[in-house]
T-cell receptor, first 109, second 117 residues
Framework: GQNIDQPTEMTATEGAIVQINCTYQ??????LFWYQQHAGEAPTFLSY????GLEEKGRFSSFLSRSKGYSYLLLKELQMKDSASYLC??????????FGAGTTVTVRA | GAVVSQHPSWVICKSGTSVKIECRSL??????MFWYRQFPKQSLMLMAT?????????EQGVEKDKFLINHASLTLSTLTVTSAHPEDSSFYIC?????????????FGPGTRLTVT
């Protein structure tokens, strides 16, 4: 089975940096996804890591350590529109995604 | 590219009736589609994996006779909630894997909000 843990809520100021941690325990691992989800909408893809290390995409970066079962999503230069839920999801060998409960990020002016 | 649509976007039905939700890949072929359910303030839970031309695979605890899935073509999968009850009220989201795309990526539809009264 899969066990995905991430914090429930985080608050940060506009322009700041926030790091959302995710730990996972899986039986069969094929990579780690991060999605952004606004209330009442479907998740949108942010990043995919399958190898150890940091992947940077503009203001968003994602890190993976397979040996530690750990990933983080780094959001830089926070904007008000970044207020959303951020979902960590592990992909199993049979292509199934297991999602964490999501971290609600609130950006304040 | 890689757009997935769902219809309807929201539906209200009476307890005991059945509701069909469609999931379509608009600009790609999808041999595999996934159906998720999300309750308020909770994460997405995989209900079933739908494969074109074969029976769906249901996750543990999901009643296959209640949630009927049909994947009749490479661009369409349907989820029918039979004899719906208020506890079935939820946000239903489908995703699809592009036959010709990256093997790991799933493209999500916009979701269908079901309310059973």
């Amino acid at each position: 089975g899969q066990n995905i843990d991430q914090p429930t809520e985080m608050t940060a100021t506009e322009g700041a940096i926030v790091q959302i941690n995710c730990t996972y325990q899986t039986s069969g691992f094929n990579g780690l996804f991060w999605y952004q989800q606004h209330a009442g909408e479907a998740p949108t893809f942010l990043s995919y890591n399958v190898l150890d290390g940091l992947e940077e995409k503009g203001r968003f970066s994602s890190f993976l350590s397979r040996s530690k079962g750990y990933s983080y999503l780094l959001l830089k230069e926070l904007q008000m529109k970044d207020s959303a839920s951020y979902l960590c999801a592990a992909l199993s060998n049979d292509y199934k995604l297991s999602f964490g409960a999501g971290t609600t990020v609130t950006v304040r002016a | 590219g890689a757009v997935v649509s769902q219809h309807p976007s929201w539906v209200i039905c009476k307890s005991g009736t059945s509701v069909k939700i469609e999931c379509r890949s608009l600009d790609f072929q999808a041999t595999t589609m996934f159906w998720y359910r999300q309750f308020p303030k909770q994460s997405l839970m995989l209900m079933a994996t739908s494969n074109e031309g074969s029976k769906a695979t249901y996750e543990q605890g999901v009643e296959k006779d209640k949630f009927l899935i049909n994947h009749a073509s490479l661009t369409l999968s349907t989820l029918t909630v039979t004899s719906a009850h208020p506890e079935d009220s939820s946000f239903y989201i489908c995703s699809a894997r592009d036959l010709a795309g990256d093997w790991y990526e799933q493209y999500f539809g916009p979701g269908t909000r079901l309310t059973v009264t």
